[in-house]
């Protein structure tokens, strides 16, 4: 079907956002490199929970050449909270590539922004067309949203190939002087006004030109289809503590989920698994001699990730042990854990023992 409000929707949408537009510190500047980095942290995140972090990281690192050769731990304990610690890693892998490849400038075409580590489609639209002022679509969640019901699109945006529908939908609405302001009106549209429910048609300033609410049904839009549902896996986290009042961390593997965090020892809960048998399993592993029982657990929580829920019980043992800290494995006093990188639920464990 023919859009027949293309000229309208986009001239009210960029008036709009000029007029409305949140205040947000990546937007007074232009600079590839500083908006490449809120991009990043804005996946999968709240407005309001990367503010502190962007500030913070641009405060470390203003440039890509101080971000590109940082040290890695110390770069996942500045992105400490903010998870997805793989965007972190694959920010750096990127903007390493920049100063290499590149001579630090960021490059202002698709072709050679998506062969960077981390920059997919949306990315890459969002850098050319806000730093670059190209015309290049951005296309996410709150996009599809959004002209799913301008448009009246009734394709499920679940499905990998109906984004290719929106990007050529962006593509021809666009304002070819303002895309920039175009990609950043469609963002605050969908996160501010067109919401997933309750969408407060009667503030939109394109309800005229918006297809679902001529039609009468704009929350009935977009379809999507439900994930398959996430899988649940029970853990145990010991907090072994010595006679000199250290505690037990290791380094989680290079790879995989949480990769290169620390964390307290963490072992799955199995089905009838006795306390003996734990205790073994923790002597082995980490050469030490445990004392005491197992009794309740000092703190039980849930930990959600996009894909996985770990259900947490941790219990604080008194150890005696033997050998030195390897790179990876070691007691360490509560102030030098505090300095190395970990993840929000060992956060939780390390919180409630300060």
Known sequence: MKYP???????????????????????????????WVSEVMLQQTRVDTVIPYYNRFLEKYPTPQSLAYAPQEELLKMW?????????????????EVVEKYDGQVPNNRHDLSKLKGIGPYTAGAILSIAF????????GNVMRVLSRVLHIKEDIAVTKTKKIFEEAVMDLID???????????????????????????????REYCMAFQEGHPEELPIKSKKTKSKTIQYNVFVIKDGNG???????????LLASMW????????????????????????????????????????HIFSHLTWEMAYYL?????????????????????????MSVPMLKVLNSLK
Request: net charge negative; charged share 30%.
């Open 133 to 140: 002022n190209e015309p290049e679509h951005a296309v996410d």
């Open 5 to 35: 409000y293309k000229n309208e929707f986009t001239s009210n949408l960029v008036e709009w956002y000029h007029g409305e537009k949140r205040d947000l510190p990546w937007r007074r500047t232009n600079d590839p490199y500083k908006i």
């Open 317 to 341: 043992v008194e150890a005696e042990h033997e050998g030195d800290r390897s790179e990876i494995c070691g007691f360490y006093s509560l102030e030098e854990i505090g300095q190395l990188p």
């Open 246 to 256: 250290h505690y037990l961390v290791e380094k989680r593997p290079d790879e995989g």
């Open 176 to 206: 070819q002087d303002d895309p920039g302001a175009f990609n950043q009106g469609l963002m605050d549209l969908g996160a501010q006004i067109c919401t997933p429910t309750s969408p407060k048609c009667l503030l939109c300033p394109v």
């Open 80 to 96: 400490e909270g903010l998870g997805y610690y793989s965007r972190a890693r694959n920010l750096q892998s990127g903007v390493r």
């Open 263 to 302: 964390q307290f020892p963490m072992l799955e809960k199995l089905k009838n698994q006795s306390s003996e048998k734990i205790y073994e399993a923790l002597e082995n592993n980490y050469n030490v001699k445990l004392k005491g029982n197992l009794d309740n657990p000092i703190l039980e929580f849930k």
